[in-house]
């Protein structure tokens, strides 16, 4: 047990030299900040100045070498934009983001997994298949036009809920909704087949033969199956959430999360808080992924030696 | 005048003691940092005003040129190059601090004799003819020009030269006796001036709360306190409004207006910017290199029938780079930029164009409507024959050789053609430096005439040869001034005021009532 | 946008499956509805130059914001309206719809086959290769997508080309986990073994034995990956780095568009319309596939 926590943790370690490194230099290949921070209309004169300014004058070898060691000590350097520690701002975008998400991972769950063993229980009939065109509409409908009709028609003319921020429970709603749409989809779709996958088990047969109603059997046996695999696909959407699909959803509810922040410091360039920022999300979702597969390493043998 | 003076604040008070005096801006923008001196952005200049005094300020009220007492009360030339200002007694910084000569030597001599590459970079263009200021005594000092300047006022009551405490500055990092760069970094985020409001919290990119400064010299601040808010959606800063979020938002496209105007609970206020919209040209691109190609490009545009069909009409064609605040300096008769197809399809059959492509840069949303009218231009281009394509990104392209069109925006600095057209177009200013403009001795011979006679004839004609230079051999089309637009609750009374520089949030006494 | 229940779900006991093409009689009235949906779409994207009765990009300045049909000030032959420049949103929803369409599938299949392949390799190969191809998935996970397409578009130039490229990386590691996780469940079976035994190649293994096992996660995967494309191509939009102007992709339609959801909704709306019964299509058929394929269901 023991090495493969210690092979989970290299594993860790590995990923993130990767990230680390492939973030630093892809930003370095796709352009100078001083061309978006402030770089319009400066002289050349100038400009070389704002390059010094930033560090950004020594050969990349150096500069590799230097946010190597920086990582290592801890000191993530100035925000170029806002010249203040690329770690604070981080944090400061870390907590409206972790409430949003932890909002709709509840919604989610409270939602799907009911909806998930509905469609598995009655999946030859209609019901079945209302419940699963319901979850992929999900899927079907960019969260941005989700977010702009809920804020159209609930807050503009119907008035009753807030638009801007964080403030109070209410705000959530309509970002929770926005965002949630397709992890109730992916949820709903695997809950249901993770059932359908439980139904075709031996014990299933026996116990419909010792005359349980199914839908005893389902949430006895299918649910206590799918719990830590319900968990690491949790933990799997974290890193779409934590951008891929929140960037517009924080942009429309003035939200002011970390989505946000790694795209608006990507097209500006703001390496330092872009590298700390995704460094900041590996490490959430590694962390959650590792302890996921440990945890069902506990669970079941056989993964173990699989990945052992 | 003082019974103007005491109706209004007669009016504010009014509305101090019987209306809400808390208020919250819904932004599209808000700065990273705040920190005049360095700062000239579009978003940044929303910001300063209401914290911050200049030495010399103006009547906002108007656009012509009327010269107010700031932190100085008199000021006189002395010398040709040495101007002595007296300053106001009894002034307080927001931290308390009383304002001396010290102060003003210090805030002034960061930008004349910068050596923090922000600030030298601002200064760069605009205050190189100042050498230094020195201290007379604590109410006086003393400000040496290189050379004799007709701009004084206007130099003296630029943004960049907003006054901010020594003593608290040098106190922001390390020894707090020292001056180091790392305390003009920690001013910005907590930036401290003169002006009738406090920067009482502010979180880069987010939030700005001004809260009123009870201890302000002049007329007090009309609100308790102002939070403006970062909303980077068009759909929700109105919606904000509705839901009483906001009491005022920023950025109202032209094609949004009618839904505010329909909405008995909402008004939008608005006016035609002090910048230009324009489209630069790279004189120096192999392919541009023929004068007749770019004055196709440029009289292929029907900048009217954008103005109509983009702007409503409400934005504001020039016939030349001129505008309406330049006072004496303004030269509406001047024609230096026209629509013209024919004339154009004549100069590309003459200059020979084979058809090639020409890119026209744009970020896709910086600009109120610039992707529409880089769509719309296009199309224009391709009536007489030219083969157009968009090119979106957010990067800045006007430094890259192969950069062939782009938009831009050519705000007004400061109310001269030298804070306008003056600033970009200078002999190895930003954009000859930029490789997309040559400059001679001819024209270097007129931009010098035109920047430090002290004759306006002169200016006037010397600018007249400049303009006849750049319609000869166009680097830059004017496209229009932008018609921008504040939406806001049905009782708030706020409007731009039109002796700004663009996008100033002016929350200070007489700016602002409400119903 | 995981759907993990292949990498995760405890090995089967199964015999190999052989992956049988459903038919129309298979299917129920909601998959009925779907297969026609697809079949109108995908006719409507092979014949857009012959079905859209406008230039897509062909701009009216003076008619600019026209509503639908049915509506006050409706414009003459213009079905769905006109947009922010005047053009024509019926024309812009087909040819809109044809590109949106390449590109999804394009973008599917490169994801397909580069993922596909280095998940086969890494179960079949196994060793360091197998550490290095799974560091690599492990580190695609974490970084969130948003951000590598954003790079990518900046280093190098938004063409369509590039967005091809871009689309198509999307979901590699995905395939490449389900790939690698079936065939190192497989590789341990009986049958497998014996064919090994029997001196086999592990090219012939791959492909007599392996390949048609992982084909019914694969196709789900498929159809799942199509969707999100599609959506993706519509956020990058959103932020600027989508399709360039004035070439009409539904993302970009939707993406530039959505400032007029309060005033011209129609402009949103419509292009909003043809993603979800596109993607909506797509899903269900996917999802019947995977029942279909599913031996165990069939057996019940």
């Known amino acids: ?308 | 005048m003082t019974k103007l003076l005491a109706t209004t604040a007669l009016a504010s008070l009014m509305a101090t003691s019987a209306f809400a005096t808390e208020i919250t801006v819904g932004a599209a923008n808000v700065s990273s940092y705040l920190d005049p001196g360095r700062d000239h952005s579009n978003v940044g200049s929303q910001f300063y005003y209401n914290a911050f005094d200049t030495l010399i300020a103006k009547n906002h009220d108007t656009t012509d040129t009327e010269w107010q007492p700031g932190l100085a009360t008199e000021w006189k030339l002395i010398e040709p190059t040495i101007m002595e200002l007296k300053l106001r007694e009894g002034v307080k910084f927001h931290n308390g601090a009383d304002m001396t000569a010290d102060d003003v030597v210090f805030s002034l001599n960061r930008m004349y004799q910068a050596d923090f590459p922000p600030y030298q970079v601002r200064a760069r263009d605009r205050l190189e003819n100042f050498e230094k200021a020195e201290k007379v005594d604590d109410l006086t000092v003393r400000i040496h020009a290189k050379r004799p300047e007709p701009l004084w006022e206007t130099l003296l009551n630029l943004q960049q030269v907003m006054i901010i405490p020594e003593d608290y500055t040098k106190g922001l990092a390390g020894d707090p006796d020292k001056l180091e760069h790392d305390d003009f970094e920690a001013f910005s985020l907590k930036p401290v001036g003169t002006g009738p409001y406090k920067v009482s919290e502010f979180v880069p990119g987010e939030t700005v709360v001004w809260e009123r400064f009870d201890d302000f010299w002049g007329e007090k601040a009309p609100l308790d306190k102002v939070t403006v808010r970062h909303m980077p959606e068009t759909a929700s800063r109105i919606t904000a409004l509705k839901t009483g979020e906001a009491d005022i938002v920023t950025n109202i496209a032209p094609d949004q207006l009618q839904l505010i105007e329909n909405d008995p609970d909402m008004k939008a206020a608005g006016s035609a910017t002090a910048l230009f919209h324009v489209m630069i040209m790279n004189v120096n691109h192999p392919k541009l290199k023929d004068a007749r190609i770019r004055q196709a490009l440029s009289l292929a545009i029907d900048r009217d029938t954008l103005n109509e069909a983009l702007w409503g009409g409400k934005a504001v064609v020039p016939s030349t780079h001129t505008l309406e605040e330049f006072g004496e300096l303004y030269q509406p008769e001047l024609t230096t930029f026209e629509y013209n197809p024919e004339k154009a399809r004549e100069l590309l059959k003459e200059a020979g164009y084979d058809g090639f492509e020409l890119t026209y840069d744009t970020a896709p949303g910086y600009y109120t409507n610039g992707l529409l009218a880089a769509q719309a231009i296009m199309e224009m281009w391709a009536e007489v024959g030219i083969n157009g394509k968009v090119n979106v990104q957010d990067k800045w392209s006007g430094n890259s050789p192969d950069m062939m069109t782009r938009n831009w925006s050519n705000p007004m600095y400061f109310a001269d053609p030298f804070g306008s057209f003056g600033v970009m177009w200078a002999p190895n200013g930003p954009s000859e430096s930029e490789g997309r403009f040559n400059t001679d001795e001819d024209y270097a011979k007129s931009w010098e005439q035109f920047r430090y006679s002290g004759d306006v004839e002169l200016r006037r004609a010397a600018y007249a040869e400049l303009m006849e230079r750049i319609k000869q051999d166009p680097p830059v089309l004017p496209l229009y001034r932008p018609y921008e637009s504040w939406a806001m609750k049905t009782n708030v009374n706020w409007a731009p005021k039109p002796g700004h520089i663009p996008y100033v949030l002016d929350f200070r006494a007489g700016s602002i009532s409400f119903n | 946008m995981t759907d993990a229940t292949h990498h995760l779900s405890s090995p089967r006991n199964t015999a190999t499956k052989t992956f049988r093409i459903p038919i129309w009689s298979d299917a129920n009235w909601i998959v009925r509805i779907a297969l026609l949906i697809g079949l109108i779409l995908v006719v409507t994207a092979l014949t857009a130059p012959w079905l859209a009765p406008f230039d897509p990009n062909a701009q009216s300045l003076i008619s600019r914001l026209r509503p639908p049909i049915g509506f006050d000030r409706y414009k003459d032959g213009f079905y769905f309206g006109t947009d922010e420049l005047g053009r024509d949103i019926f024309s812009r929803c087909i040819y809109g719809l044809r590109l949106t369409f390449a590109l999804a599938l394009a973008g599917a299949v490169i994801g397909l086959l580069i993922g596909g392949t280095l998940g086969l390799m890494a179960g079949i190969i196994g060793g360091m290769f197998e550490e290095i191809v799974m560091g690599l998935v492990d580190a695609q996970i974490a970084i969130p997508f948003t951000l590598i397409a954003l790079l990518i578009l900046a280093a190098m130039g938004s063409s369509l080309d590039v967005m091809i490229l871009v689309l198509g990386v999307y979901g590699w590691e995905q395939y490449t986990r389900i790939v690698r996780g079936e065939v190192k469940k497989l590789i341990q079976m009986p049958f497998v073994e014996a064919a090994r035994a029997a001196g086999a190649t592990p090219a012939r293994i791959a492909v007599r034995h392996i390949l048609p096992n992982v084909v019914s996660p694969i196709v789900v995967q498929f159809t799942l990956n199509f969707s999100n494309i599609v959506i993706l191509e519509s956020t990058l939009s959103f932020l600027g780095l989508g399709v360039q102007p004035p070439t009409a992709t539904l993302g970009s339609m939707v993406g530039i568009g959505r400032d007029y959801l309060p005033t011209a909704p129609w402009i949103v709306l419509a292009p909003a319309m043809v993603i979800l019964l596109l993607t909506f299509a797509v899903q269900i058929l996917g999802d019947w596939l995977r029942d279909k394929a599913d031996v165990r269901l069939r057996s019940r």
């Open chain 1, 1 to 308: 047990m023991l090495t493969y926590v210690l092979r989970t943790l290299l594993r860790m370690a590995i990923t993130l030299f990767l990230i680390v490194t492939l973030v630093f230099f892809a930003t370095r290949l796709s352009g100078n900040p001083v061309d978006f921070v402030l770089g319009e209309g400066i002289t050349k004169e100038d400009r070389a100045l704002l390059i010094a300014y930033y560090g950004l004058d020594s050969s990349i070898g150096t500069q590799y070498w230097r946010y190597l060691s920086s990582v290592f000590s801890g000191e993530f350097g100035l925000s170029f934009l806002e010249r203040r520690p690329v770690s604070e701002i981080v944090l400061e975008r870390a907590w409206p983001s972790l409430k949003l998400l932890l909002s709709a991972v509840c919604f989610t769950l409270i939602v799907s997994i009911p909806l998930g063993i509905l469609a598995a229980i009655y999946r030859t009939s209609i019901i079945g298949s209302v419940v699963m065109v319901i979850a992929f509409l999900g899927y079907a409908v960019p969260s941005f036009i989700i977010g702009i009709l809920l804020v159209l028609i609930f807050a503009y003319t119907l008035n009753w809920l807030p638009v801007i921020g964080d403030g109070t429970a209410l705000h959530f709603i309509m970002p929770t909704l926005a965002i949630s749409g397709t992890l109730v989809a992916a949820i709903t779709r695997f809950t249901r087949n993770a059932m359908l996958d439980v139904l075709s088990q031996d014990y299933m047969r026996t116990a419909r033969a010792k005359g349980l109603p199914e839908w005893i059997v389902i949430l006895k046996h299918g649910l206590r199956n799918a719990s830590i695999t319900l968990l690491s696909v949790v933990g799997l959407q974290i890193a779409s959430l934590a951008a891929a699909g929140s960037v517009v959803v924080e942009s429309i509810f003035a939200w002011p999360g970390i989505g946000d922040l790694l795209v608006r410091s990507a097209i500006l360039r703001d390496y330092p808080v872009l590298q700390f920022g995704v460094l900041s999300v590996a490490v959430a979702v590694i962390a959650i992924n590792a302890a996921v597969d440990i945890a069902y390493a506990f669970a079941d043998p056989r993964i173990r030696l699989a990945k052992g």
